[in-house]
């Protein structure tokens, strides 16, 4: 069993950025595809970054982040986070961290573990 836990979130204007981070409790960290997903109210989780197991060389963003958010792992602290730039109010929502064991395509939205969530508001 993996325990995800996430923090960083909060509130901000319009163009201010925010670090998430994402602690995960496996002991073998490395193995594992990490991803970042957000829920925006009265809509459904979407997807919105990955990096692929320490070995995997991939990393995957939804167009509507791209170039503005970044994913990145550190294996030796087992965490994962999610730079946020340039942010807009269609940015808030609740966002989750989640990860697998078993190695999927970078646009395979399945994941096993989920961490609680922390919301992003964005004002504009």
């Known amino acids: 069993q993996v325990q995800l836990v996430e923090s960083g979130g909060g509130l901000v204007q319009a163009g201010d950025s925010l670090r998430l981070s994402c602690a995960a409790s496996?002991?073998?960290?490395?193995?594992?595809?990490m991803g970042w997903f957000r829920q925006a109210p009265g809509k459904e989780r979407e997807f919105v970054a990955a990096v692929s197991w320490s070995g995997g060389g991939w990393i995957y963003y939804a167009d509507s982040v791209k170039g503005r958010f970044t994913i990145s792992r550190d294996d030796a602290k087992n965490t994962v986070y999610l730079q946020m730039n340039s942010l807009k109010p269609e940015d808030t929502a609740v966002y989750y961290c989640a990860a697998r064991k078993i190695a999927a395509a970078p646009n395979d939205g399945n994941y096993d573990y989920w961490g609680q969530g922390t919301q992003v508001t964005v004002s504009s």
């Open positions: 496996a002991r073998t960290f490395g193995s594992y595809d």
